[in-house]
């Protein structure tokens, strides 16, 4: 049965996906609007940099999960 | 897996366990990183008391008093007027998560990867949220627990710890996964260094195997230690005084007034 963590680790990293789909909008969305006014930029850049890593955190919840089911036995 | 292990310790022995004193390194750095900031902090506080306010300020208080200015405005840019004496918490808990992050860098055992010091640290955060709410509310405070039925007490209880979980598992992940690629890297890169320059360096133990790690690894730890490290001290302490700042009361306009102009 030794072969279904691996399973499992493996379908745990399809949240990754969800997780690109996100970051990818916040990107779009933050250069869409520091194109429309470039005075922003530097707000715009900062908001979009903490919003990345506060998506970011539910893969990193999977990462933590997957590297305790590789290592932790 | 995680239920075999359960099952070898009892509840007992798993509670003892917590409350027994294990000396591990972190703690020990992490109490070092402490006892650095506080003479830092002793010194420009005893600058600040010995300074005239007629003279320049130059040195370490000059450094102390952008540092407190910029720190200010960054607390001012989500609480009120009122509550700008959060700052002083702001002013300790930034650097200690950055050195936290960045030690690992000389060599030593970075604290944020024992899961302790995250808990702890979203624990004070757990603290002033309720603080403040409670100071804010007085009895009232209660209610929340039984809005909007009576019904909901369970979810409630539930619901409160969700944030420190959210927390402390942030800081513990990032750490952690950084801290797993760059051992994995430098175990991968301690083999091909084997593979290269076994035959050369054949007398001596363990020098093969470590020419091709410092060309490599250098640029991740900038990512991993720096870069992650500075944005996730960003996120903490943002949520904290986020967390903090929903507690907290609407403040009148002509108060604040009074404030400045006396």
Redesign the interface.
């Known amino acids: 049965m030794e072969y279904l963590?691996y399973i499992a680790i493996g379908i745990m990293m399809f949240s990754a996906c969800g997780n690109a789909i996100g970051e990818s909008n916040i990107c779009v969305h933050a250069i869409d609007n520091m194109g429309r006014n470039p005075e922003m930029y530097s707000k715009l850049r900062t908001t979009m940099?903490?919003g990345c890593?506060?998506v970011e955190?539910t893969a990193?919840?999977c990462?933590?999960v997957s590297?305790l089911?590789i290592?932790?036995? | 897996m995680f239920l075999l292990v359960f099952e070898k310790i009892t509840v007992a022995e798993r509670l003892s366990e917590i409350f027994t004193f294990k000396f591990v390194p972190q703690t020990f750095i992490a109490l070092l990183i402490m006892l650095v900031i506080l003479i830092f902090s002793i010194i420009i506080g005893v600058k600040v008391k010995k300074a005239k306010f007629t003279d320049k300020p130059r040195g370490l208080l000059l450094i102390g008093l952008l540092y407190y200015q910029a720190m200010e405005k960054f607390t001012l840019s989500i609480m009120s007027y009122k509550y700008r004496g959060f700052t002083k918490y702001m002013m300790v808990i930034c650097p200690y998560l950055f050195i936290c992050f960045t030690i690992g860098l000389t060599g030593l055992p970075s604290p944020v990867v024992y899961l302790a010091t995250p808990l702890a640290l979203a624990l004070t955060t757990f603290g002033f949220v309720h603080g403040t709410a409670i100071r804010e509310n007085k009895w009232g405070y209660f209610k929340r627990y039984v809005e909007p039925f009576p019904v909901f007490l369970p979810i409630n209880l539930i619901s409160m710890w969700a944030p420190t979980l959210a927390l402390t598992f942030r800081l513990f992940g990032n750490a952690v996964s950084g801290y797993c690629i760059m051992n994995l890297v430098y175990y991968g890169l301690e083999g091909l260094s084997d593979v290269f320059f076994g035959s050369a360096f054949s007398g001596a133990i363990g020098i093969q195997s470590i020419w091709i790690a410092p060309l490599v690894t250098p640029f991740l730890h900038l990512y991993f230690d720096l870069f992650s490290g500075f944005i996730q001290t960003l996120v903490f302490s943002m949520l904290t005084l986020i967390f903090v700042a929903q507690e907290q009361s609407e403040e009148d306009e002509n108060q604040v007034i009074e404030e400045v102009v006396s």
Do not use: D, G, S
Request: proline residues 0%; charged residues 5%.
């Open positions: 963590y940099i903490l890593a506060l955190t990193i919840y990462l933590l590297i089911l290592f932790v036995k």
